[in-house]
């Protein structure tokens, strides 16, 4: 589990295909600090499994299934991501519930910079609108956030200075594709109420 609080902008390295799957390897000196084999690092949200640590890189196996409901087949060489490690049980929540497993992915389409924040709207896709809320929580890349506004196609964020500079969204442009992960317990009440 994570927390959608970015420990750190790191860079991807090597990216190698493998058949319908991929290996990264990505330079993040602060998640790399305590990581060893088999430790669960978020990668632009998506939680995966550390399969060796060197130095201050990380190497992971992409699966096809990540590589189809993410972003993470469209990143190379150089890339900046958004990383966390896994939360410890004695650490404080302080964004979201979020669990690493993006439920898809949405478009950047507008960005409105203010005096001391930025306004973003992104796509929704149909399968997810039900489960976003206004002054609910989403994660972005990985970051946990607060919807602004919502309405069935797309949804709004606010982003604080600190947002923009410790993570790459004060990157990111109109046109980018990013990861999303809606509130998992949206889903759990769903399937509860529904049956299905």
Not at 30 to 45: E, K, R, Y
Not at 50 to 61: A, I, L, R
Request: glycine fraction near 10%; charged fraction near 25%; proline fraction near 2%.
């Amino acid at each position: 589990m994570f927390t959608g609080i970015i420990e750190e902008k790191g860079e991807v390295i090597a990216v190698r295909p493998d058949g319908d799957s991929a290996r990264l390897s990505v330079r993040g000196k602060v998640v790399t600090s305590d990581a060893g084999h088999g430790d669960s690092i978020a990668v632009n949200g998506v939680c995966l499994t550390v399969v060796d640590v060197e130095d201050d890189v990380f190497t992971v196996d992409v699966i096809k299934e990540s590589l189809d409901r993410s972003s993470l087949g469209a990143l190379s060489e150089g890339s900046a991501v958004n990383l966390e490690r896994a939360v410890r049980a004695d650490q404080r929540l302080g964004g979201h519930i979020v669990q690493g497993h993006v439920d898809g992915t949405a478009v950047l389409l507008s960005r409105d910079p203010g005096e001391n924040w930025d306004n973003l709207r992104f796509s929704l896709p149909a399968t997810l609108s039900r489960y976003v809320a206004e002054k609910g929580s989403i994660a972005i890349d990985g970051i946990s956030l607060t919807v602004t506004t919502v309405d069935d196609e797309s949804f709004g964020v606010s982003l604080i200075p600190t947002t923009l500079e410790v993570t790459t969204m004060g990157e990111r442009q109109v046109g980018d594709v990013v990861n999303i992960e809606v509130d998992v317990i949206a889903k759990y009440v769903e399937r509860l109420v529904t049956g299905q």
